[in-house]
């Protein structure tokens, strides 16, 4: 699990949410609760009220999960327990999973308040079986077996089991349940006998039912602005803008922004123009930049677009004002996450999976994240977020591009991935 988690970029940062002069005071006289509370009740989003102690709890438990995950990659030894990631459990309290059996639980205590800077008397302390290096070698296990029973069913011509493992496009490491769960379109006893016989899996992967239907990529100048390209056939691409980041090209640093990475991929890659407008409605639509880099593989599904003179980001969406030059690396299962894109605006889940594996039909996401929260066609490289209050300035964090999505669930690539992968940073 070490190598997975990617170090929360440090910054020293003011409080921006946008306001009046004259209610600046009383601002920053709320806690930072209060002020995401005040977020997710307004009335223009018609959200679900959601109640004060818990969305400050929801914050200190970010703070806590962030300062662990930091800690785990900067030293491996910093941390003395075998740290198998956490969730967010039904009492909004955060859990910290271990894996180890030689420590004991207050041994595990002492070490994260020995390495958080808040207090830490709410957090939970789970001993799981598996470890998160072991439930990564299940899934190459299952992933391996999967390919090769394919080959095997397609060669013999068995249609059943062919028909039923090519349906099988997803999984994730779930640290809640310390398991890799494979889901299954309408599955049923018989085929989870089927399965488990072709697995041979024990306790550490289990089958569960997902509805029947392909992913559909969502391909989606502020965060959540709606940005155009050409294809190669003359069809029109519309997709999201993401966060405000820079690209080292070897010589300087592009200013720009991030966006989808398969959107770049349906564009045929780097040097395609990107447009503020719907260019085959307008004569000569202006050109926001071009395409730099951009990656549709393995763990990363993004772009960097640098932008052209005359051009300006504003990095506030609505009332929200964004802070880019920190990011979120890891957030705990069953956390409230937000996003903006497009075509279904700003819209709020909780998180499902923190890493997704997925096939689209044209590659393979892994590490991905999965969130119960709306988008639509032209969400793609929108913009997910966080409220992060730290000190008590408080402050919205990006934590990720938006993907694709199925039904009511999206998928999301994480910041680190695309600042290792690309070398794009947010600032």
Same mark, same amino acid.
């Given at each position: 699990m070490r190598k997975k988690f990617i170090s929360f970029v440090s910054a020293i940062y003011a409080f921006t949410l946008v306001t009046p002069m004259i209610s600046f005071a009383t601002e920053l006289e709320k806690t930072g609760g209060e002020r995401l509370m005040d977020i997710y009740n307004q009335e223009v989003y018609a959200i679900t009220e959601y109640d004060e102690d818990t969305i400050e709890q929801q914050l200190e438990n970010n703070i806590i999960y962030s300062e662990l995950t930091d800690a785990y990659v900067d030293n491996e030894e910093s941390i003395k327990f075998d740290f198998a990631g956490g969730y967010i459990n039904e009492d909004d309290n955060l859990v910290i999973c271990a894996a180890g059996k030689d420590e004991t639980t207050d041994e595990i205590v002492d070490d994260i308040e020995r390495i958080c800077s808040i207090d830490t008397s709410d957090v939970v302390i789970e001993k799981v079986k598996y470890s998160y290096e072991e439930l990564e070698q299940a899934r190459v296990y299952f992933e391996d077996i999967l390919d090769k029973n394919l080959t095997q069913a397609k060669s013999e011509g068995n249609n059943d089991i062919y028909e039923l493992l090519s349906s099988i496009t997803s999984n994730s490491i779930d640290t809640e349940f310390n398991k890799l769960i494979v889901y299954v379109p309408n599955l049923n006893e018989e085929k989870t006998i089927i399965l488990e016989n072709l697995f041979d899996c024990s306790d550490i992967i289990s089958f569960e039912n997902e509805e029947e239907g392909n992913y559909e990529l969502r391909a989606s100048v502020c965060?959540?602005?709606?940005?155009?390209? =050409?294809?190669?056939?003359?069809?029109?691409?519309?997709?999201?803008?993401?966060?405000?980041?820079?690209?080292?090209?070897?010589?300087?640093?592009?200013?720009?922004?991030?966006?989808?990475?398969?959107?770049?991929?349906?564009?045929?890659?780097?040097?395609?123009?990107?447009?503020?407008?719907?260019?085959?409605?307008?004569?000569?639509?202006?050109?926001?930049?071009?395409?730099?880099?951009?990656?549709?593989?393995?763990?990363?599904?993004?772009?960097?677009?640098?932008?052209?003179?005359?051009?300006?980001?504003?990095?506030?969406?609505? @009332?929200?004002?964004?802070?880019?030059?920190?990011?979120?690396?890891? =957030?705990?299962?069953?956390?409230?996450?937000?996003?903006?894109? &497009?075509?279904?605006?700003?819209?709020?889940?909780?998180?499902?999976?923190?890493?997704?594996? /997925?096939? &689209?039909?044209? /590659?393979?996401?892994?590490?991905?994240?999965?969130?119960?929260?709306?988008?639509?066609?032209?969400?793609?490289?929108?913009?997910?977020?966080?409220?992060?209050?730290?000190?008590?300035?408080?402050?919205? =964090?990006?934590?990720?591009?938006?993907?694709?999505?199925?039904?009511?669930?999206?998928?999301? @690539?994480?910041?680190?991935?695309?600042?290792?992968?690309?070398? /794009?940073?947010?600032?």
């Open positions: 965060p959540g602005r709606g940005i155009y390209g =050409i294809t190669s056939d003359r069809k029109v691409l519309r997709f999201s803008v993401g966060y405000r980041a820079y690209f080292n090209n070897g010589y300087s640093n592009l200013a720009g922004f991030c966006t989808a990475g398969h959107a770049a991929d349906e564009l045929l890659g780097t040097g395609m123009y990107v447009y503020s407008e719907n260019p085959l409605y307008t004569s000569d639509p202006p050109k926001i930049g071009r395409i730099y880099t951009y990656k549709f593989s393995g763990s990363t599904d993004a772009a960097f677009v640098g932008m052209y003179p005359g051009n300006e980001f504003r990095n506030s969406y609505d @009332t929200f004002s964004f802070k880019s030059d920190r990011y979120f690396t890891e =957030i705990p299962k069953n956390s409230t996450v937000c996003k903006v894109g &497009t075509s279904t605006g700003y819209t709020t889940g909780k998180i499902k999976s923190t890493d997704y594996s /997925v096939d &689209t039909g044209t /590659v393979k996401l892994t590490h991905q994240v999965k969130v119960n929260l709306t988008s639509d066609n032209g969400d793609s490289g929108g913009l997910v977020f966080m409220y992060y209050n730290p000190d008590g300035s408080g402050g919205y =964090i990006p934590a990720g591009l938006v993907s694709c999505s199925k039904g009511d669930n999206t998928t999301y @690539t994480k910041c680190g991935y695309v600042v290792n992968d690309l070398n /794009v940073h947010p600032y």
